[in-house]
């Protein structure tokens, strides 16, 4: 069984490079429009993140074997 990870506030660290990267990537996409996080982490899918805004909605993702990340505003 895999265990579930609920990331709740902004600056969460893990031991995942990967992971840690979606994240600060996230957080940083959310202060260029200078957004505050009203639910970070509302929803998690693997490999990515939503969060509920001042600003919208805001999804990232990353692409694993490509380290690429991507942002859609809602």
């Known amino acids: 069984m895999k265990a579930v990870v609920f990331y709740c506030a ?12 979606l ?3 996230h957080e940083a996409e959310a202060g260029k ?3 505050r996080f009203y639910n970070y982490g509302w929803s998690q899918v693997e490999n990515g993140i939503c969060s509920k ?11 694993p074997q490509t380290m690429h990340v991507g ?4």
């Open 71 to 74: 942002h859609k505003w809602h």
């Open 23 to 25: 994240l600060r990537s």
């Open 10 to 21: 902004p600056g969460a660290t893990t031991d995942d490079p990967m992971t840690d990267k």
């Open 53 to 63: 805004t001042s600003k919208g909605k805001l999804s990232t993702w990353i692409n």
């Open 33 to 35: 429009r200078r957004a």
